[in-house]
């Protein structure tokens, strides 16, 4: 695979200004005005914004839970809402990755099937009961996390780091299939991944920096245990793997902060 075909540059910077507004382009349904020629010649070398953009539907899911709270509606209330908003701004855009995932990963037969199945826009009973346990899962762990000290910074932290997974599964795994969304941004370079990463850890020791090693650890667990099964079921990732990583990796650290936070 060529320089040109990943998109990536040795000379070119590490961040760019267009990076953070197609970051928000690509992962959200906000009409961000975008350089395209720009943001299309930085490729996979912009992924380090994906994280910077999860601070937007996790922030709106924060003030869309408070404002529930403060208008008297209960905790599971408040976090529906909380969950409604931040699917609404993200175009059900990683929901989605993850009810193909399930579906593609238990419903194919051999690799080709698998990426056949993912593909598909249908969705089969793999995926319906991951959404459903997934959105159960979101909403409890929201449920028990708005009402403690400390949530707002909790919930960004969450936004943020659920999406740092996508940059590492990105460089770290190959793109299984030659079209979609994965292939045409390309192979996130290690430095690329490496700013991410720092940003979620930045991030979480400016807002919980007690919760760092426990947040780290059990996002890993989850990510890592879904990058060994894209690899040995469909030889890579996909656009639907990195936004099943980020579903698993945004319950795995709504669960840590809701743990975590209640015993303070």
Request: glycine letters at 10%.
């Amino acid at each position: 695979m060529t320089k040109h075909d990943t998109h990536t540059h040795d000379d070119a910077p590490l961040i760019d200004p267009v990076d953070v507004p197609a970051a928000l382009g690509l992962l959200t349904r906000l009409p961000i005005k975008v350089d395209t020629t720009r943001a299309v010649a930085r490729g996979a070398q912009a992924a380090w914004a994906w994280p910077v953009a999860g601070l937007v539907p996790a922030g709106l899911a924060a003030v869309t839970g408070f404002a529930a709270l403060g208008l008297g509606a209960g905790p599971i209330w408040a976090a529906t809402l909380a969950v409604g908003a931040q699917v609404m701004v993200t175009g059900a855009m990683h929901e989605d990755g993850l009810a193909d995932t399930a579906d593609g990963l238990w419903g194919g037969q051999d690799t080709a099937r698998r990426l056949e199945i993912m593909k598909d826009s249908r969705i089969g009973a793999y995926g319906v009961i991951a959404l459903i346990l997934a959105l159960l899962l979101r909403i409890s762990a929201l449920a028990a996390l708005l009402p403690l000290s400390g949530a707002f910074g909790a919930i960004l932290v969450c936004g943020l780091v659920s999406r740092v997974p996508m940059v590492i599964l990105m460089a770290s795994l190959p793109n299984a299939r030659k079209v979609g969304l994965a292939q045409s941004v390309g192979r996130v370079p290690v430095k690329t991944a490496g700013l991410a990463t720092a940003l979620g850890g930045v991030a979480t020791l400016i807002f919980a920096p007690w919760a760092l090693l426990a947040l780290f650890f059990w996002i890993a667990v989850p990510v890592l245990a879904l990058a060994a099964l894209a690899r040995t079921k469909i030889g890579g990732q996909t656009g639907d793997i990195l936004g099943a990583s980020q579903q698993l990796s945004e319950i795995a650290a709504l669960a840590v902060f809701a743990a975590l936070l209640s015993q303070t």
